[in-house]
């Protein structure tokens, strides 16, 4: 069973900083990764950040520098602190678990949180 739950969403001017997070429930199943994908306005999702079990982070070019991807075990939480929002950050932003059991892997989504970046 997987359950990914999100808070951390909300308006904030230009330059500011929002922190999401993503609380995991997961049994059953082994993590690949977990990630941010965003979807703005009458555009597709896209992958904003991942973290891999390992630790390793891939980051989208357009917030390399600017959002940072972390997890805390212990917490089964992962994070992405967003700094220096640009309006064209606004979207709703998903938490996603890659998981595993034996060689079948899945993708599970959470409910989504909304970001709004305001000039």
């Known amino acids: 069973q997987v359950q990914l739950v999100e808070s951390g969403g909300g308006l904030v001017q230009a330059g500011g900083s929002l922190r999401l997070s993503c609380a995991a429930s997961i049994s059953g199943f082994s993590i690949k990764a977990m990630a941010w994908y965003g979807q703005a306005p009458g555009k597709q999702r896209e992958l904003v950040a991942l973290i891999t079990s390992g630790g390793t982070t891939t980051y989208a070019g357009s917030v390399r520098g600017r959002f940072t991807i972390s997890r805390d075990n212990a917490k089964n939480t992962v994070y992405l602190q967003m700094n220096s929002l640009k309006p064209e950050d606004t979207a709703v932003y998903y938490c996603?678990?890659?998981?595993?059991?034996?060689?079948?892997?899945?993708?599970?989504w959470g409910q989504g949180t909304q970001v709004t970046v305001s000039s």
């Open positions: 996603n678990a890659r998981v595993t059991r034996t060689v079948v892997e899945y993708n599970y």
